[in-house]
């Protein structure tokens, strides 16, 4: 039987603000969510397009482990005791006053667009909806899941040849092994038993993104941001070559930016 979620724990402090833009309005609102420990959530407004953790106030908040967010399910999560001031980005069609079927649309095309499956979305266990811990992958690529970009291509090992130095590209989803990454909990991402790295840890926008042999080095660290796949090494973002988002173009990290090329999905 599922364990019921507690809110008891929960500190809920909402702040609207109003921005404004031609044909869609933005409304951000702030929620303070603590664990004690356990597993906290809230729900989301079905508007909701977006969160991100504004500050943290208590624990080790970490992106996927320790908080994340699901916008299928609406809901926003904190586990393990980190506490946080989270950001929520609502999105509603201006213009009309009286249509609120309308919001709802608008926000569903955004989503569907998106191809909304975040990176929290699918890394829970089913009983207990509580963030998994998968072990490091050593069966010959047996586990793991697709990486999107922009809702349409997965990363992907070019030409399958997943050994080290092998560059990664974004490619049609086709559920191949080379397509199949797990998260570790040092923040590396494997496929079988190699690691996707930044190239010779070089810190430069348009460094090349590879596989090689797993080392735990800052260079095989990453993050997850808002949707965006960050790297420890230089705080760049995972992104595709030249910001085009086109079958068997390779991934490299660049400065963050929030564009299309950078938005990724589990």
């Not at 979620?5 to 833009?21: D, F, K, T």
């Not at 079927?101 to 499956?117: D, E, K, L, T």
């Not at 991402?189 to 993104?209: E, N, Q, W, Y």
């Not at 090689?212 to 990453?222: A, E, T, Y």
Request: hydrophobic letters at 30%; glycine letters at 12%.
């Amino acid at each position: 039987m599922r364990e019921p979620v507690h809110r008891n724990h929960a500190w809920l402090l909402c702040l609207p603000l109003l921005m404004s833009v031609q044909t869609v309005q933005a409304q951000d609102q702030f929620v303070d969510l603590q664990s004690t420990g356990g597993y906290t959530s809230y729900r989301l407004p079905d508007d909701t397009t977006q969160v991100d953790l504004s500050a943290q106030t208590q624990g080790a908040c970490r992106f996927n482990r320790t908080w994340g967010y699901d916008l299928t399910n609406r809901e926003l999560w904190t586990n393990g005791g980190c506490g946080g001031r989270f950001k929520i980005t609502r999105s509603y069609t201006s213009g009309n006053s009286s249509s609120g079927s309308n919001a709802g649309a608008a926000v569903a095309a955004v989503a569907a667009i998106a191809g909304i499956a975040l990176l929290a979305n699918h890394n829970r266990h089913d009983n207990d909806r509580r963030p998994e811990y998968p072990d490091y992958p050593n069966d010959g690529g047996g586990r793991g899941g697709e990486i999107r970009v922009d809702g349409r291509l997965c990363l992907d090992v070019t030409k399958g040849n997943i050994r080290p130095g092998t560059a990664l590209q974004v490619y049609d989803c086709n559920g191949t092994a080379s397509q199949r990454f797990s998260v570790g909990r040092g923040g590396e991402i494997r496929v079988r038993d190699l690691c996707m790295d930044v190239d010779r840890g070089d810190p430069r926008d348009g460094a090349r993104v590879v596989l090689w042999s797993c080392s735990g080095s800052r260079s095989q660290s990453w993050t997850t941001r808002g949707g965006q796949i960050v790297s420890q090494l230089n705080g760049k973002c995972l992104d595709v070559e030249d910001g085009r988002v086109r079958q068997g173009a390779p991934t490299m990290v660049w400065s963050c930016n929030r564009s299309p090329s950078q938005r990724w999905w589990w």
